[in-house]
């Protein structure tokens, strides 16, 4: 059974459908065209870590207010991919931001398209 929490960029079609099947060890991309497997040292593993970490000092409102989410975000993206539980949560962090902030603030942080769309990528994460 793969872990679809871990969904993570394929370098080789482009796609965020690396999953990891822990039984096996090993990593496979579940685009059918594609089917690439991958060793965890062909995988950005550490840059999870640091990740996971660095996602835990998020929660702090002391330091929470001094990142720039949407970068960090678009960060996770980059690294692990659009559908890894990690950018999720940022994501999930960018939209509570946007919820709070007045509305002027809001509407600085980012257009409300990308509000919704960060929205429907929560709702579809959880609808796997």
Known sequence: ???????????????????????ADCWVCATSYCS??????????????LLVEYINTLWNPKTSTQVDLPATLRHCQQMLGKQHWISIMVGYLVLC????????????????????????????????
């Open 36 to 49: 690439r497997q991958y060793s965890n040292a062909e995988m950005p593993l550490s840059a999870e870590s």
């Open 97 to 128: 931001k946007f919820y709070e902030a007045p509305r002027e603030q809001q509407q600085r942080m980012f257009p409300k398209r990308v509000a919704v769309m960060l929205a429907e990528v929560l709702a579809e994460w959880f609808m796997r």
């Open 1 to 23: 059974q793969p872990d679809l929490a871990r969904s993570m960029h394929c370098n080789s079609c482009g796609n965020d459908t690396v999953l990891h099947y822990p039984a």
